[in-house]
């Protein structure tokens, strides 16, 4: 089973993701702030981080090029989710430049995030279950 860190400091969009995930056969761990992501990642090991932009203490920016440089960590996909429009359209160019695996506007379409993370984790489409 592959396990996926939602870091996001908002407490229906966390538990939107858990639900989403754990009804598609993902285990799935959360964190409300960069520092408790990191203490997540060093526990779960989990294969796949989505990360909002704006989380407490650094930004989503920041923890994935914390992840990036932490060589244990190198293999983890790192997907940025960002609703902030004017960031739109340096957020390609800053990924690419920062080796985020892709970067999602919001919002989020679950059957099109379901879809995006089982083609990253090289998994066979499924059925979405909501």
Same mark, same amino acid.
């Given at each position: 089973? /592959?396990?996926? &860190?939602?870091?996001?400091?908002?407490?229906?969009t &966390? $538990?939107? $993701?858990?639900r989403?995930?754990?009804?598609?056969? /993902?285990? *799935?761990?959360? =964190?409300?702030?960069? #520092? +408790? =992501? &990191?203490?997540? *990642?060093?526990?779960?090991?989990?294969?796949?981080?989505?990360?909002?932009?704006m989380?407490?203490?650094? @930004?989503?920016?920041?923890?994935?090029? *914390?992840?990036r440089?932490?060589?244990?960590?190198?293999?983890?996909?790192?997907? *940025?989710? @960002?609703? =902030?429009? =004017? +960031?739109?359209?340096? &957020?390609?160019?800053?990924?690419?430049?920062?080796?985020?695996d #892709?970067?999602?506007?919001?919002?989020?379409?679950?059957?099109?995030?379901?879809?995006?993370?089982?083609?990253?984790?090289? #998994?066979?489409?499924?059925?979405?279950?909501?």
């Open positions: 089973m /592959y396990k996926i &860190l939602v870091v996001d400091d908002n407490a229906e &966390l $538990y939107i $993701y858990t989403l995930f754990s009804k598609n056969g /993902y285990e *799935i761990a959360i =964190a409300r702030g960069g #520092e +408790e =992501a &990191l203490e997540q *990642i060093i526990k779960s090991r989990p294969d796949l981080v989505i990360l909002d932009v989380i407490p203490k650094f @930004s989503g920016w920041e923890l994935a090029r *914390i992840i440089n932490t060589p244990e960590w190198k293999s983890i996909i790192i997907l *940025i989710v @960002s609703g =902030a429009i =004017a +960031e739109r359209d340096g &957020l390609k160019r800053f990924a690419l430049e920062n080796d985020v #892709e970067v999602i506007p919001k919002p989020i379409i679950p059957h099109a995030l379901i879809a995006k993370v089982k083609a990253h984790l090289k #998994e066979p489409p499924a059925e979405l279950k909501a």
